[in-house]
């Protein structure tokens, strides 16, 4: 089972601090994403990452992905309250995407 | 707008019975998944059908079963319903089969079972 861990859990913050939250496992993933979701919305896709070691950059969203291709990192530069939500990271296992648990960043103004 | 539909939003029911839920993907998506959601467990992938054919299979239940039609669509059973199948499903939508590929979510039904 590949499982994906994911810290912190929570993560509350004012806004313009930055931050980092990360995702763990022991197995290989051949890709991995990062989703954000909103309450009563689905999840919506930010980045995906392919190559060990790629770093991507969506405007103040900065992600890498692992030279071993386990584990990814998103940091976040100089939060807005509108960064709010749960971030959710998923790696194409053999036959399935799997999703970690998520963390949970609340900004405040 | 994700382009992917999912009817009923919410659904409430009792114990032991049976729902359906239905999943339209977005216009020439080929594969549907399933997802549940619940607040301890996180997201967790249930099945997977490309162009009407299981392509994965993940933490489903067998009281639980699924099915995509020749237009597409998706029907996610559950019978003999308990208290922890009480959860947000989500449908979502992609091009192909790559894991890689972006997954295009449903808004979700929240099923409530009392």
């Known amino acids: 089972t590949q499982l994906l861990e994911q810290s912190p859990q929570f993560l509350s913050i004012q806004e313009g601090e930055n931050l980092t939250v990360y995702c763990n496992s022991s197995?290989?993933?051949?890709?991995l994403q990062w989703y954000r979701q909103e309450p009563g919305e689905g999840p919506v896709l930010l980045v995906t990452?392919?190559?060990?070691?790629e770093v991507k950059k969506l405007k103040r969203l900065t992600f890498q992905f692992g030279d071993a291709r386990k584990d990814s990192s998103l940091h976040i530069t100089a939060a807005q309250p509108g960064d709010t939500g749960l971030y959710l990271c998923?790696?194409?296992?053999?036959?399935?995407?799997?999703f970690g648990a998520g963390t949970r960043l609340t900004v405040k103004p | 707008d994700s382009g992917v539909t999912q009817t009923p939003k919410h659904l409430i029911t009792a114990t032991g019975q049976r729902v359906t839920l239905r999943c339209s993907p977005r216009?020439?998506?080929?594969?549907v998944y399933w997802y549940q959601q619940s607040l301890d467990q996180g997201l967790q992938f249930l099945i997977q059908?490309?162009?009407?054919?299981?392509?994965a299979k993940g933490n489903i239940l067998e009281r639980f079963s699924a099915q995509q039609f020749p237009d597409l669509h998706s029907e996610l059973n559950l019978s003999s319903l308990e208290l922890g199948d009480s959860a947000l499903y989500f449908c979502?939508?992609?091009?192909?089969?790559?894991?890689?590929?972006?997954?295009?979510f449903g808004p979700g039904t929240r099923l409530t079972v009392l």
């Open positions: 979502a939508s992609s091009p192909g089969t790559s894991g890689s590929d972006e997954q295009f």
């Open positions: 197995s290989v993933f051949s890709s």
């Open positions: 990452v392919v190559t060990g070691g």
């Open positions: 998923a790696g194409e296992g053999d036959n399935d995407m799997r």
């Open positions: 216009s020439g998506d080929l594969s």
């Open positions: 059908y490309y162009n009407g054919e299981e392509r």
